[in-house]
């Protein structure tokens, strides 16, 4: 397939040429082109609002990044967070430095660790990375009420309305969140989710992307097909069997064709290759649900361990639901049979809850259904959904004794908060823990 000349956008808005790789590119093929736009993003200052001025932040590799803020020696070395090795665990996100060795989020650490044999591995710290998250999702509250949270570390932003050019407020905030947590950042700024979140990924790390009103597909033209959302490796080598190398080349690709081969899904392709998003800034995006699970470091198949493991389980859920005044209805399971047969259940209650004894309870019902004693056991997950924001409810324990069970968990609750989780610890769960223990890392957009 013959390939055109096409141009991005430069640092003034303006269009500068390009010269398209003849095979698939990577990101890095069209980073230099950028350079001067990640520089001086404030150039769009020329351009009239656009109908929709769209912001896209990631904290790049966030979790590694808090780590830096509290041991700078960290910094340039090849670390990670997450499980170890001996324990099935996974990475939840690695440093720049270990990514070069070809780490990634939910990597299996053992082969992280092949990999970069001098990989330095951390636990994590939850607490402090959700404290962080919570800081700079302030700071955004600051320029605009209408923010969608997708992740820990990643948001967009509308800032439709806002007087200032939208890379204006893009450097303002990128210096902002510098300036009061330390954190480095990528923004994109774009006329829809889909081109600034592209944007983001195309700046990182620690750039500022700002493509024009209007040059939405000239600036996507040049990139991998991968660079699309939903766009994985066995639909870009699909792609790829009908000559297609960059989104650009996706574009001029007839969308009749695209919906014969993929169906509707083949609509959708075709329109965000031309830079096409409606999809609203969801102000009112909350979480799903709110889980928890592990990977055993040896096959289980002791009830009363699995029974211990699924209360501890539970109560790490409730204590999240009751730190961010949610509570829900819907308590699910996720069980794995080794190798790797995975099944989930889940079951209603009467009404929401945030305690972990309602929670263990369903729960444990629920595996007790699917579990024949003595089959082993490689992962369990315990999951809530249907969230709403908390409220005292009569429940299974009568309306004292669920006051006091609700009092009992928040003053567990500011305990843990002074001290650490691990200074109250139930009576059933102390016993035996060795044999069931594991390292749970929260896992994080690779960024």
């Not at 979480?287 to 002791?302: G, L, P, Y």
């Not at 259904?369 to 490689?378: C, D, S, Y």
């Not at 369990?380 to 959904?385: E, R």
């Amino acid at each position: 397939m013959s390939h055109s000349s096409t141009s991005l956008p430069d640092a003034n808005g303006l269009l500068q040429p390009v010269t398209p790789s003849p095979r698939s590119p990577d990101v890095a093929d069209v980073i230099p082109n950028l350079t001067e736009l990640r520089r001086g993003a404030l150039g769009q200052i020329m351009h009239p609002m656009p109908t929709r001025t769209v912001l896209h932040l990631d904290l790049d590799a966030f979790f590694c990044s808090v780590e830096e803020l509290l041991n700078p020696a960290l910094k340039g070395t090849a670390f990670a967070v997450g499980g170890k090795a001996d324990e099935r665990g996974v990475l939840s996100t690695a440093s720049y430095e270990a990514r070069k060795f070809g780490l990634r989020s939910a990597m299996p650490t053992a082969q992280a660790l092949r990999l970069c044999p001098h990989l330095n591995l951390l636990p994590g710290n939850r607490k402090l990375y959700s404290e962080y998250s919570r800081q700079v999702m302030r700071i955004l509250a600051d320029v605009s009420p209408l923010i969608e949270q997708i992740s820990i570390d990643e948001a967009f932003v509308d800032l439709t309305g806002d007087p200032r050019p939208g890379g204006e407020v893009a450097a303002l905030l990128k210096r902002r969140i510098a300036d009061e947590t330390g954190l480095p950042c990528s923004l994109g700024v774009a006329s829809n989710k889909l081109v600034a979140k592209i944007a983001t990924n195309v700046g990182k790390p620690n750039g500022l992307v700002v493509v024009p009103p209007g040059q939405e597909a000239a600036f996507l033209a040049q990139l991998p097909l991968d660079a699309l959302w939903g766009v994985g490796p066995k639909t870009r080598q699909q792609l790829e069997s009908l000559g297609l190398r960059t989104i650009g080349d996706l574009a001029r690709w007839p969308e009749a064709d695209l919906i014969r081969r993929f169906g509707e899904w083949g609509r959708g392709l075709a329109r965000h290759s031309k830079g096409l998003d409606e999809r609203p800034v969801e102000t009112d995006y909350e979480a799903k649900s709110i889980s928890s699970e592990t990977t055993f470091a040896r096959d289980v198949t002791d009830g009363e361990a699995l029974r211990r493991k699924f209360l501890e389980l539970s109560e790490e859920v409730a204590a999240n639901l009751r730190r961010d005044g949610l509570s829900g209805r819907t308590v699910k399971i996720k069980v794995r049979w080794p190798p790797f047969e995975t099944l989930t259940r889940q079951t209603t209650l009467a009404q929401p809850t945030d305690l972990t004894e309602e929670i263990h309870q369903a729960a444990w019902a629920l595996f007790q259904k699917v579990w024949q004693p003595g089959r082993r056991v490689r992962l369990i997950g315990v999951g809530v959904s249907g969230l709403s924001e908390a409220a005292r409810q009569l429940g299974m324990f009568g309306e004292g004794s669920r006051e006091r069970a609700e009092k009992l968990a928040r003053t567990v609750d500011a305990l843990r908060e002074k001290y650490g989780w691990d200074s109250v610890r139930r009576a059933s769960l102390v016993k035996r823990r060795r044999a069931t223990d594991d390292g749970r890392p929260q896992t994080e957009e690779q960024g």
